[in-house]
């Protein structure tokens, strides 16, 4: 080896070694908070010359590092064992003002000192003075644009109410008067998934795929593989963590909480008002954090309302499956709630000041059956044939709506302001597999839920445009279009096509108005597929049959999420927010502004709208 490169190597040695630490502060680029709104602030430095390191924390110009609270502070934190490293994590951190906020973290060691700078924006949040008002989110798991559309031809062709490109009525999300558009991205994906999504209208902030309410930190790689029984779940519970909208309205304002859904009341979406991990799969760790609370944000129970499937997670847990034996269920029944596991017993549940004042309802493991298969209706051939053998033992389970009017029922009980999640869940896992009589007959289940909040707030005299903001939104969009109507009585019709068909393609085309085949052609259309408009007709519960002649025809193009943003609408006191294009984490900060501000000014507009007079589609 030549001389001089041999000195260069050793000079790059020398020079590696002395090099002043590596820091970051494990915040997103975009972090934004509300004032008070509590956050782990984690400081990492790697590249240390040993681990007798120290550190720092300037905000906007002062050193706070006294004031702060006492850190965790860990070591070995990494993958790299040949490289020594310090975190140290201060819990539970917040900012008592609005404003931009510069956060500086200097860690010194005995080869220099290293630094890193985040900057925070803080949105003031304070209702003194004002009246407090409600907020109900809805939630269509993957109800993208096309998935509102097909509730509405189904539910609205019924005793033809849809013709001539007109409808009759509309659906209860329809009528809101404000509609926006929300951008659904990852910190990591353009393609979203229930975990992170939540975690933006929760928070206001984004997360990587699969995490609820935390971000990454160097200790993600020895946290690979962990389920609730295993002994690295630490690694995915240790993550900084952010509070949540239920958390801190809870906490500092009083407000009781809810989630309903019709998945695992543990699923990310209902996990993404109160869970905070690194992987939306221990679901038994979540129920125990919807027990325990999260150190710092809450204490005891996380909700006052829990409605859903998921019962396993609460009563059947073990040391190997979750690391205790608790039964959770039991514990809440000791701490004031009240207990309930089918629909009867749901349903008898008096209201008004009779309600209970706290409510966990549990209706089966896993998640609770589509209302496709509640009602009791013959899937059509190209789905699962639905038997009551599916139903796990649980033959009783309610319906979307009435856990919704129960839940408002204790939430609301002698007045109490509240904040409550609402879920229509197998929209999306009905979609995976493609099962359109799944997805669609659950958009119906979901609009009849956001019917119950309409009537208790915008339409209620006594809440109207006043103390209950509502909104109808989605996590994220699956790929389901809206192809047309099919002739189902037609030989080997086509009324749900999957990603395999190719366009064009020769087929057989049926015209019911020439009453007998067409010539083959390159049309593209699928077999039975005809022009007009359904006929579907009323079968139960105010749910319509799926036995007519002429069906809507959708089809898929995956069997997955998409990236493509979704719609949301508004309704109540500050709904005019909501209006235009946004990213999903505004969805938090726009109901912050609602719940903290007077928004009479905004509303005044919308009564003046409603009074110039449009001709409207029904004269």
Same mark, same amino acid.
């Given at each position: ?54 550190v ?9 590092? =006294? ?16 490289? #020594?490293?310090? @975190?140290?994590?201060?819990?539970s951190?917040?900012?008592?003002n609005?404003g931009?906020?510069? @956060?500086? =973290? ?11 700078t ?5 949105q ?16 269509? &798991? ?6 509102? !559309? ?11 109410g ?12 329809d009528?809101?008067p ?31 795929n ?11 790689s ?18 900084p ?18 989630i ?6 543990c699923?990310?979406?209902? =996990? ?12 038994k &760790? ?23 499937g /998921?019962m396993?997670n ?14 959770l ?28 004042d ?20 013959t899937? #059509? ?15 009783d389970? #309610? ?8 839940a ?19 929209? &999306? ?26 009537s ?5 005299p ?12 989605? !996590? ?10 099919? !002739? ?34 390159? =049309?593209?259309?699928? %077999? ?10 009323? /079968? %139960? ?13 959708v ?10 943003s979704?719609?949301?609408?508004a309704?109540?006191?500050g709904? @005019?927010?909501?209006? /235009?294009y ?14 903290s501000?007077s928004?009479?000014t905004? !509303?005044?507009?919308?009564?003046? %709208? ?10």
């Open positions: 080896m030549k001389k001089s490169l041999l000195f260069g190597l050793l000079g790059a040695l020398a020079l590696n070694a002395t090099a002043a630490p590596t820091v970051k502060i494990r915040l997103p680029e975009r972090f934004r908070l509300l004032s008070d709104q509590r956050f782990d602030l984690r400081v990492e430095a790697t590249t240390l010359a040993d681990t007798n390191a120290t720092q924390i300037v905000i906007n110009g002062v050193d706070v590092t =006294a004031s702060l609270p006492a850190p965790e502070i860990t070591f070995n934190n990494d993958a790299n064992a040949a490289d #020594p490293d310090v @975190a140290w994590t201060y819990r951190y917040s900012f008592p609005g931009v906020y510069s @956060a500086v =973290a200097n860690v010194t060691d005995a080869s220099g000192t290293g630094s890193t985040s900057r925070i924006g803080v003031k949040f304070s209702q003194t003075g004002l009246a407090k008002k409600n907020y109900i989110l809805y939630i269509g &798991d993957a109800m993208g644009t096309a998935y509102r !559309d097909s509730g509405r031809i189904v539910a609205k062709s019924v005793n033809n849809f013709r001539e490109g007109f409808y009759d009525d509309w659906q209860e999300m009528k809101m404000y509609t926006g558009m929300v951008m659904t991205y990852a910190s990591d994906n353009i393609t979203p998934d229930s975990a992170n999504t939540a975690t933006a209208w929760a928070t206001g902030n984004k997360t990587i699969g995490t609820l309410n935390v971000f990454v930190d160097n200790t993600d020895k946290a690979a593989g962990a389920s609730s029984g295993s002994a690295n779940k630490i690694y995915a519970l240790d993550n963590r952010v509070e949540t909208l239920w958390e801190y309205l809870k906490r500092l304002y009083g407000y009781k909480a809810g309903v859904t019709t998945a695992d009341v699923d990310a979406t209902p =996990a993404g008002e109160g869970g905070h991990t690194l992987f939306r799969s221990l679901l &760790d979540i129920a125990k954090q919807y027990v325990d609370g999260i150190p710092g944000f809450t204490s005891g129970p996380e909700f006052d309302v829990i409605l859903g /998921g396993e609460f009563n059947q847990r073990s040391v190997a499956n979750s690391g205790d034996t608790r039964n269920p039991n514990e809440l029944v000791g701490l004031g709630f009240t207990y309930v596991t089918n629909r009867t017993d749901l349903n008898a549940l008096p209201g008004g000041a009779s309600a209970p706290k409510l966990i309802g549990l209706f089966r493991t896993g998640n609770m059956n589509v209302a496709f298969d509640k009602l009791g209706y899937r #059509p051939s190209d789905e699962p044939t639905n038997t009551t053998s599916g139903f796990g033992g649980f033959l389970q #309610p319906f979307l709506d009435e856990m919704t009017a129960k408002i029922a204790t939430l609301n009980k002698g007045g109490s302001n509240f904040i409550l999640m609402v879920e229509g869940a197998s929209i &999306d896992k009905q979609s995976h597999p493609n099962n359109a009589a799944g997805v669609i007959w659950d958009v119906m289940e979901f609009d009849k839920a956001v019917g119950v909040g309409r208790f707030g915008t339409n209620n006594s809440q109207k445009n006043s103390s209950t903001l509502i909104c109808v939104s989605a !996590d994220h969009d699956q790929s389901m279009s809206i192809i047309g109507a099919v !002739d189902v009585t037609v030989a080997n019709a086509v009324a749900n096509t999957r990603s395999q068909s190719k366009y064009p393609r020769t087929i057989t085309l049926y015209d019911p108005f020439i009453g007998n085949n067409a010539a083959p052609s390159n =049309a593209g259309n699928n %077999v039975g597929e005809v022009s007009g408009f359904p006929d579907y007709t009323m /079968g %139960v519960n105010g749910y319509p049959a799926n036995t007519n002649r002429y069906q809507i025809c089809g898929f193009r995956t069997g997955n999420h998409t990236g493509s979704v719609p949301i609408t309704e109540g006191p709904a @005019a927010l909501f209006n /235009g946004f990213d999903q984490t505004d969805i938090f900060f726009k109901a912050a502004k609602v719940l501000s928004t009479s905004i !509303d005044e507009f919308q009564k003046a %709208v409603s009074k110039l007079g449009i001709v409207g589609q029904n004269y």
